[in-house]
């Protein structure tokens, strides 16, 4: 005959034995009327845990942002981490579309969670991950709520555009150097807006990004967010943004997908606005231009209106005159090189081809070519900053002649 023993439970092995039980509480916003709302699940999901004998607190995770992306979501991306190193075992949310919006998102995780043991309970559809025919229920749900994102997403899409049409400007920057928003307004940051005007100036003049950053660095100005270090990327953004002369395009990006928020540069995908005079301008709207036309002169690859491209030297601007000396004989650029003890310039053609691909190419030496360009251009002595300004480039033919053809396009042999 069978003999059973009941083992009691020791009251010291209670707390142990508890589950640890932890809520997820989310709202779209930081608007004051959510934020209202999440304390009020913080408190609600705090009490129904703490209530229960049974359940021991593994704590309550909340965030604020959209349902249909993981990414973000510090406080569920840090639940979940807790779920699978065996911190919680059973998880309360309110419903299907406050956990996750998009329907591959929340099969993955539930699947992932169910695995390693974690239940979700979601409380409006009284639906429990770990029973067997919950998936197909929650999979229905999950799919609604991503048409609902989808419905929302191209409603709001829609409205923005309606306002773009009527030149109606979204100021909510948080940094934007050179400026700050006022009652929804751009206003000059005057100490930041000297600089501003440097890098145009300084850029116009020949410096190069990395030039631009060193300086700046080296007087020990902080970028918008008060660091120290500057990148080229942002001094080249800085350059090509049209808001610094005044003016605002508005739709430079278009959201690619929904789900996952990507944003992609407008290419046509979407009409865009260009907004002329909609606040102070920090420079003026020629010197912008000179800018731009700086930049796409130095551009390393250029297409011309026939189709012709045409694949330039790089831009370097500790090497002012290797980007203007152009060889007469094949049109290719010249280098800069030290040969016995003396700075020269050569066709770059002839350097790396041999002289078969330039046989009459004649090698210069850098003294000289700044004292022609001094008496030609300069004026007398050679001056950086006016050879920049002026010239175009200089055309150097077989027997040292130069052919010197400035911005204006006026040619002086």
Known sequence: MKKVRKIEVVRNNVEKCRRKVAAYCRVSTKYESQKSSIDLQISYYTRLIEENPEWG???????????CRVKGREGFCRMI?????????????????RFSGNTVDMLQIIRKLKENGVAVYFE???????????????????????????????????????????????????????????????KVNEEQAKVVRNIFKWYIEGFSFR?????????????????KVWHEKV???????????????LQKTVT??????????????????????????????????????????????????DGTVEIRKKYNGQNLLGNLLVCG??????????????????????IEKG????????????EWIKMELGKRVCGGEYDRKKTREKLEKVKISKDKSLEVILNNARNYP
């Open 57 to 67: 607190n593994a704590g309550i995770y909340m965030d604020y942002g959209s349902r």
């Open 81 to 97: 981490q807790k779920a699978l190193e065996g911190e919680i075992d059973y998880i309360i949310t309110k419903s299907i579309s």
């Open 124 to 186: 409006k559809e009284e639906l429990d991950s770990m029973d067997e025919r919950a998936e197909q229920m929650i999979t229905i749900c999950t799919a609604l709520a991503q048409e609902e994102i989808r419905n929302m997403s191209e409603n709001i899409k829609w409205g923005y555009e309606q306002k773009f049409a009527k030149g109606e400007l979204l100021n909510n920057y948080k940094f934007f150097y050179g400026y700050y928003v006022q009652d929804g307004e751009l």
């Open 211 to 227: 030039q631009i950053k060193l300086e700046l660095e080296r007087l020990g100005i902080l970028t918008a967010t008060g660091g």
């Open 235 to 249: 001094i080249q953004g800085m350059l090509q943004n049209e808001k610094y002369c005044g003016d605002t395009m």
């Open 256 to 305: 690619e997908d929904f789900l996952t928020g990507k944003r992609v540069k407008n290419d046509g995908q979407k009409a865009r606005y260009y907004v002329y005079d909609s606040h102070e301008g920090i420079v003026s709207k020629e010197f912008y231009m000179k800018a731009v036309c700086e930049m796409n002169s130095r551009r390393r690859v250029v297409k011309y209106d």
């Open 329 to 350: 004989e094949c049109g290719a650029t010249f280098r800069r090189r030290t040969e016995r003890g003396k700075v020269v310039y050569r066709c770059a053609a002839r």
């Open 355 to 366: 002289r078969e691909a330039c046989k009459e190419s004649p090698t210069v030496e850098e």
